[in-house]
């Protein structure tokens, strides 16, 4: 397992993604045939929800970090491009998430509430 811990005191979204990675790495032998029907339904909807969550925070994170011009750490011209280098994201999607982070981060509050809330999908919005 590769996952490291996040530092003590860490800002509580930081402590979420590594605790989430070292979740994620734990789960990665669990044979998902071996769940009944129901749970994998049940699981599959789940998952839906919370991939929906994820996809809020990215984006409430990714808005906060082009507001922050995390570009400019690594001489990247702009966030979009950071972001693509960074994820390894065609530009196009890399740009289009930058769009929607701050689309959702300004008028469109109500939308990224419904994305958090796992009522909608990342997809939706765009």
């Known amino acids: 397992m590769s996952g490291t811990a996040a530092p003590l ?3 509580p979204i930081v402590d979420f993604t590594s605790r989430l990675r070292a979740a994620l790495e734990r789960l990665s032998g669990a044979a998902a ?3 009944s029907a ?8 789940e998952l839906s929800r919370a991939r929906a969550g994820l996809a809020e925070l990215e984006l409430r994170v990714l808005a ?3 507001r922050n011009d995390v570009a400019a750490v690594s001489a990247a011209s702009s966030t979009t491009a950071w972001l693509a280098h960074a994820t390894v ?4 999607a ?4 930058v769009h929607l982070a701050t ?4 008028s469109f509050a109500a939308t990224r509430a419904a994305l958090a809330g796992g009522v909608i999908d990342r ?4």
Do not use: F
């Open 9 to 11: 005191g860490a800002h």
């Open 33 to 35: 045939w071996s769940l």
């Open 123 to 126: 997809e939706r919005p765009r």
């Open 94 to 97: 890399a740009h289009a998430d």
């Open 103 to 106: 689309a959702l981060d300004g």
């Open 64 to 66: 906060a970090a082009d």
């Open 89 to 92: 994201r065609p530009a196009g």
């Open 38 to 45: 129901g749970e994998q339904a049940s699981v599959i909807v």
